[in-house]
C-alpha cells in the first residue's frame, strides 16, 4: 500500500486519539507488529506556527514510530499551510486533516468535522497545503455532519481534485459521535468514488474485524480503540491476513506492556540527546522537565486513561481498573499491575 511517495508494510493504522496515542503508546505498538503506519494524537495548527511548547509535545514522535503521520486541525487556510511547512520542517512521513473530530470545542472553531458542512472551504485548506509542502497530505473525515447531510463519497472526491494523497473514513456522523455503528457500505462507496486510497474506520475491536473490513474495497483500516484493548490487535490481524496462526497473548505480556509503558513515560522530556525526538527546528523545548512530583501525577492519569480500555474483557478486568484509579504513585501502579497480571498467571497454572 502506498499514500503518495510513502510505502506502507502493511494495510492497518494506528488512529489518532485523544490523551491516548502519545509517542510512548505508538512506539510500543509499532514494535508488536503489523501496524503500518501510527498518527499522532491532533495538533492545533495554530498551536505549531506559534510554537507552542505543548502542541510541540503533541507532534514529537522518533524514528521507531515511522512511517509517521502527524495530524494537525484548524479552519484558516494559510495557518493549515503554515502548520504542514512545520511538520515538513520536522521530517514527518506525512501531515493528516482532521475533518472528523465530533467534539464541540473544535467544532465551533470551523475546524474538525465541521468542515465537512462546507465543503469548497475545506478543499481550499488541502490546495493550500498540498502547494506549500512536498510530503503527503491526506485527510481524515466521517460520514457527514449528520443523518440529514452523508456527502463523504463527494467530499472525498473534492479532496482529492484538491490534491489529497488519502482519504479516512470514519463511518458515523459528528451527530453519531461513537453511538450507533460505523457505516462500512458507505466506507465503501467512498472508496469507489476516488482514485486515491481509501482508508476505513470504525468497530474494528478484534482482528478477524480488521481483515473482515479490508476487504470491502478499501486499500486500508484505521484502528483506535481496538489497540487499546489489544495492543497486538495489529500483529493479529497480519498473520491472519496471510493465512498464518494468530497466536494468543499471554498474561505476562499484557502485563509487560503496561509497566513498559510507564518506564517511557517516565522518560518523556527528560532525555534531551539529538535525535531522540523528532522537533521543529528551532523549537527545542524551551521550558525544563516537568518536575518529578508532577510527572508522576501525569504517568498515574495516563494509566487511568488506558486502562479504562486495556482491562475491558480481561480476566479480574474491573477489579484491575478500579485498582489503578485507586493508585496514587507510580510505585503503587507496578506493585498493582505486577500482582494482577501474577495472580492471574498463577490462576492459569493451577
Known amino acids: 500500500m502506498r499514500i503518495g511517495s510513502v510505502a506502507l508494510d502493511h494495510?492497518?493504522?494506528?488512529?489518532?486519539?485523544?490523551?491516548?496515542?502519545?509517542?510512548?503508546?505508538?512506539?510500543?505498538?509499532?514494535?508488536?507488529?503489523?501496524?503500518?503506519?501510527?498518527?499522532?494524537?491532533?495538533?492545533?495548527?495554530?498551536?505549531?506556527?506559534?510554537?507552542?511548547?505543548?502542541?510541540?509535545?503533541?507532534?514529537?514522535?522518533?524514528?521507531?514510530?515511522?512511517?509517521?503521520?502527524?495530524?494537525?486541525?484548524?479552519?484558516d487556510p494559510g495557518k493549515m499551510a503554515a502548520a504542514a511547512q512545520v511538520v515538513e520542517t520536522m521530517k514527518a512521513d506525512i501531515v493528516d486533516v482532521n475533518m472528523g473530530c465530533p467534539v464541540p470545542k473544535i467544532a465551533k472553531h470551523n475546524a474538525g468535522c465541521s468542515l465537512m458542512r462546507e465543503p469548497a472551504h475545506a478543499a481550499r485548506i488541502v490546495r493550500a497545503m498540498t502547494d506549500a509542502v512536498d510530503i503527503p497530505v491526506t485527510v481524515k473525515m466521517r460520514a457527514g455532519w449528520d443523518g440529514a447531510s452523508i456527502n463523504a463519497p463527494s467530499m472525498a472526491r473534492m479532496m482529492e481534485d484538491a490534491g489529497a494523497a488519502a482519504v479516512a473514513v470514519h463511518g458515523r456522523t459528528a451527530k453519531q459521535s461513537y453511538s450507533g455503528d460505523s457505516d462500512w457500505e458507505l466506507i465503501s462507496t467512498v472508496a469507489a468514488a476516488v482514485?486515491?486510497?481509501?482508508?476505513?474506520?470504525?468497530?474494528?475491536?478484534?482482528?478477524?474485524?480488521?481483515?473482515?473490513?479490508?476487504?470491502?474495497?478499501?486499500?486500508?483500516?484505521?484502528?483506535?480503540?481496538?489497540?487499546?484493548?489489544?495492543?497486538?490487535?495489529?500483529?493479529?490481524?497480519?498473520a491472519l491476513a496471510a493465512g498464518r496462526e494468530v497466536r494468543e497473548i499471554s498474561l505476562a505480556e499484557r502485563g509487560r506492556f503496561l509497566l513498559e509503558y510507564i518506564d517511557l513515560l517516565l522518560r518523556e522530556g527528560l532525555d534531551e540527546t539529538g535525535g531522540f525526538r523528532h522537533r521543529a527546528p528551532g523549537m527545542a523545548r524551551s521550558r525544563p522537565p516537568r518536575p518529578a512530583r508532577s510527572r508522576e501525577r501525569w504517568v498515574v492519569n495516563k494509566l487511568r486513561a488506558l486502562g479504562s480500555w486495556y482491562t475491558k474483557g480481561l480476566h479480574g478486568g474491573s477489579q484491575l481498573r478500579t485498582a489503578i484509579n485507586q493508585a496514587d504513585s507510580v510505585e503503587a501502579l507496578r506493585a498493582i499491575v505486577s500482582s494482577h497480571f501474577l495472580e492471574l498467571v498463577g490462576d492459569a497454572l493451577a
Do not use: H
Open 11 to 75: 494495510r492497518y493504522a494506528l488512529a489518532p486519539m485523544a490523551g491516548m496515542t502519545d509517542t510512548a503508546f505508538r512506539r510500543l505498538v509499532k514494535a508488536r507488529g503489523g501496524c503500518g503506519l501510527v498518527v499522532t494524537e491532533m495538533v492545533s495548527s495554530e498551536g505549531l506556527v506559534r510554537g507552542i511548547d505543548r502542541t510541540l509535545e503533541y507532534a514529537e514522535y522518533t524514528e521507531a514510530e515511522r512511517p509517521v503521520s502527524i495530524q494537525i486541525f484548524g479552519g
Open 195 to 238: 482514485a486515491i486510497p481509501v482508508l476505513g474506520s470504525g468497530d474494528c475491536v478484534t482482528p478477524q474485524q480488521m481483515v473482515e473490513r479490508s476487504r470491502a474495497g478499501v486499500a486500508g483500516v484505521l484502528v483506535g480503540r481496538g489497540a487499546l484493548r489489544n495492543p497486538w490487535i495489529f500483529q493479529q490481524a497480519a
